[in-house]
C-alpha cells in the first residue's frame, strides 16, 4: 500500500520536539483533566448497575451487561481503530493527537446525552447504547491521551507523568461513587424505584463538563508534536517485540487487579479470613482502590527527575504523611498505624527499584505475588491485609507498563496505544476463569492462584520483557 505522507508543520503526531525552555506544566495539567473524568465516568457505571437492577427488575447477570457493554467498546472500537490504521492509515496520527482528543470528548458527550431519552423511555437496550457510545468517547481518548502526556515532556520523566495523570484518574474513581450515588439515590427519595429520571441530570452534567474541556483543549496551545518520518498505512507497530509483550503486560494486569477487587468482599466474608458482613467489607475495598490512589501519587514523584533529590523525598514524606492523616481522621489510630506500615513497605520496594520504571515494576509485581501467596496460604488478619496491600503495589503497573510498551514506536506510537488500550479486555475474561478455579475446587482462597499467575508475566515483563527490540 503507498505510504501517506505528512508535513511536521500540519500535525501534532509523531515523536515530540522536546524544547528545555519550555514549560509544559500547563498543557500537563491541561489533559490531566482528561483522566479524572474518564475516571469518573468509569465509576460512576458501579452506581448504575443497581439503579437499573431496580428500575427494570432485572437479574444479576443482566445487571451486569452495563459493564459488557462499557468495556466492550474498549475491545471493539480499538480493534476498529488498528484495522483502519493498517489500510488506511492511522487516523490520530493524520489529524493530530489534540484533535484526537477533543474527537474522543465530543463522542463521550454525546454518549452522556443519550441517557435522557434512554430514561424518557425506560428502556434498558437503549441506556445499554448509550453506555457503548459514551464508552467508545473514552477508548478514543485512551488511545490519544496517554501516549500524549508519556511525550508532553522530558522523555525519562515519561513514567512520572503516566503515573500522575492515573493518580487523577483515581481519584475520579474515589469521588464518583460519592458524588454519584448521593445525585442518583439520595435526592430520589420521593420517586419510585421503577423511576430512571434520576440518572438525567448527572449525565447531563456530565455532558456539560466534556464539552467544555473539549472547548479549554481547542483554545489550548498545546505543544506541537513533529513528524519524524513518513506514516504508512500498515501493522508497523507488531512489528515491536516489547509492544506485543507489553499488550499481553496489560491483559494480565487488568485481570489480576480486576479479579483480586471483584472477590475482594467474598474474600473477606470467608470465616477463615475475616468473618465481615458485605456492609462492612467494602470499607476495606475502600482501601484497597485509595490504595492504588496513594501509590500512583508516590509513583508521580518517585519516577520524576529532580535536581535536588531532597525535594523527591520530601514530597513522598508529605503524600504519606497526608495519607495517615486522612486515615486517621476516619477509621483511628490503629486502621491509620497500619496504613502507614504498608506505605513503609511499599516505600521501601520504591527505593530498591532505585527510581528506575521497569526496575520498580518488576519488584512491584513481585511483592504482588507474595502478598498473594500470603492470600492463599495464610488466614486471619495476616492473610486479610495482605490482599488489601495489593492495591498499594498495583499503583504504577498499568501507566508504567503502557509508558514502556510504547517507547520507540515513533510513528506507530498511536497504533500501538489503540492495541495496548484493547488489551483491557483482560478484565471481563481473567474473573470468570477465576470463579471456574473457585466453583469447581469449592475454595476461593487457592482461585487467586489465577491472578497471581498473571503477575508472574509482570514479573517477566519489568525485568526483561520491555526491553526495546523491533522484530523482524
Known sequence: MA???????????????????????????????LFFMWG???????????????????????AMLIQTAFFGAYFIISLLYFIFSVTKGDPIQKIGYKSGIIVGLIVSAVGCLLFYPAAENISYGFFLLALFVLASGVTILQIAANPYVAILGPPEGSSSRMNLTQALNSLGTTIAPLLGGYLIFDQVQSQTTANADSVKLPYLGLAAALVLIALIIKVSRLPRVTEE???????????????????????????????IGSNLIS??????????????????LAFFWGGAMVGRFFGAVALASFENNRNKYLLIS????????????LYGLNMALIVLGLIVINLVVFFLGKFIPNRTLGLFASAVIVLLLFAILAEGHL????????????????????????????????????????????????????????????????SFVLPLLCYLYIVFYGFWGYKVKQSQ
Request: charged share 10%.
Open 3 to 33: 505510504g501517506i505522507t505528512t508535513k511536521s508543520t500540519n500535525t501534532e503526531s509523531g515523536n515530540l520536539s522536546y524544547d528545555p525552555s519550555q514549560s509544559y506544566t500547563g498543557p500537563l495539567l491541561t489533559v490531566a483533566m
Open 40 to 62: 469518573f465516568i468509569t465509576c460512576m457505571n458501579d452506581i448504575l448497575i443497581p439503579k437499573m437492577k431496580d428500575v427494570f427488575t432485572l437479574q444479576h447477570w443482566q
Open 229 to 259: 518520518g513518513t506514516m504508512v498505512a500498515d501493522a508497523g507497530a507488531l512489528k515491536y517485540r516489547h509492544l506485543l509483550l507489553g499488550i499481553i503486560c496489560i491483559f494480565m494486569y487488568v485481570g489480576g487487579e480486576v479479579t
Open 267 to 284: 474474600y473477606l466474608e470467608l470465616p477463615q479470613i475475616a468473618g465481615l458482613g458485605e456492609s462492612e467489607a467494602k470499607y476495606y
Open 318 to 329: 508529605l503524600i504519606g504523611i497526608a495519607a495517615f492523616i486522612v486515615v486517621f481522621g
Open 383 to 446: 492473610a486479610m491485609w495482605s490482599v488489601i496491600a495489593i492495591g498499594l503495589f498495583n499503583s504504577i503497573m498499568f501507566p508504567t507498563i503502557f509508558d514502556l510498551a510504547i517507547k520507540g514506536l515513533g510513528i506507530h506510537t498511536s497504533q500501538g496505544s489503540s492495541l495496548l488500550v484493547m488489551a483491557i479486555v483482560g478484565g471481563a475474561i481473567i474473573p470468570p476463569l477465576q470463579g471456574v478455579i473457585a466453583d469447581v475446587s469449592g475454595n476461593l482462597q487457592l
